[in-house]
């Protein structure tokens, strides 16, 4: 397993942004495609975004498009995630997550399992 650790949640009105950090240590990056997901109260976990290993594909759900960027600092081992534009329906428990067998694609991701996963950092948009 990865050990994952995401940081960067917090408190911000509606329209302000946010940068969710997802750091992993003693393990390279590098060989994973990553995925961030979120969970808010009383809904199942949904997958927000997600980048491939060599960087070159990403995804996002409908409903995040054109105000999330998911990106990688391959020097700093770290897969961040950019939100703008933050609407009160963000707000969730965010966790990034890995695993060998997942795979990012521009429509979606893939994986036999899912093993590795954040504590999660907690995002309240406030309206």
């Known amino acids: 397993q990865v050990q994952l650790v995401e940081s960067g949640g917090g408190l911000v009105q509606s329209g302000g942004s946010l940068r969710l950090s997802c750091t992993a240590s003693g393990t390279s990056l590098d060989y994973y495609s990553i995925g961030w997901f979120r969970q808010a109260p009383g809904k199942q976990r949904e997958g927000v975004s997600c980048?491939?290993?060599?960087?070159?594909?990403?995804y996002y759900v409908d409903s995040v498009k054109g105000r999330f960027t998911i990106f990688r600092d391959n020097g700093q081992n770290t897969v961040y995630l950019q939100m703008d534009s933050l609407k009160p329906e963000d707000t969730a428990i965010y966790y990034c997550?890995?695993?060998?067998?997942?795979?990012?694609?521009?429509?979606?991701?893939?994986?036999?399992?899912?093993?590795?996963w954040g504590q999660g950092t907690q995002v309240t948009v406030s309206s």
């Open positions: 980048i491939s290993i060599s960087n070159s594909t990403t």
């Open positions: 997550a890995t695993d060998i067998t997942f795979l990012c694609g521009s429509k979606g991701y893939t994986a036999t399992r899912l093993d590795s």
